[in-house]
């Protein structure tokens, strides 16, 4: 079955950084684009970054631009997200998603949180 396990989250100041991981397993994970999703408390849950299979092609929020980047390795079933320059309204739950044969699949989350 299809398992997205996200890692990597933590507290950190503004201005700081955080990678986060998300382990793909139960399909071929370099057929898939991939994606990271972000929800806030009291918020929509809202995409933050997509990747397309081969690792050619991103697309970011506009909020994120030239402070995030994703990337992925095909080869260990990986997907990241480099976070940089955070700030306090990045603070939320973290998760990476894949749809396959028109369903999503989540991952459990992973929170980020960005205080001094």
Known sequence: QVQLVESGGGLV??????????????FTFSNYAMSWYRQAPGKERE???LISSGGRST?????????????????KNT???????????????????VIR???DYWGQGTQVTVSS
């Not at 100041?13 to 139960?26: E, M």
């Not at 697309?59 to 080869?75: E, H, L, M, P, Q």
């Open 47 to 49: 995409l933050v970054a």
């Open 13 to 26: 100041q503004p201005g700081g950084s955080l990678r986060l991981s998300c382990v793909a397993s139960g």
């Open 59 to 75: 697309n970011y929020a506009d909020s994120t631009k030239g402070r995030f980047t994703i990337s992925r390795d095909n080869a």
């Open 101 to 103: 044969y028109s369903y």
């Open 79 to 97: 997907v990241y997200l480099q976070m940089n320059n955070l700030k306090p309204e990045d603070t939320a739950v973290y998760y990476c998603k």
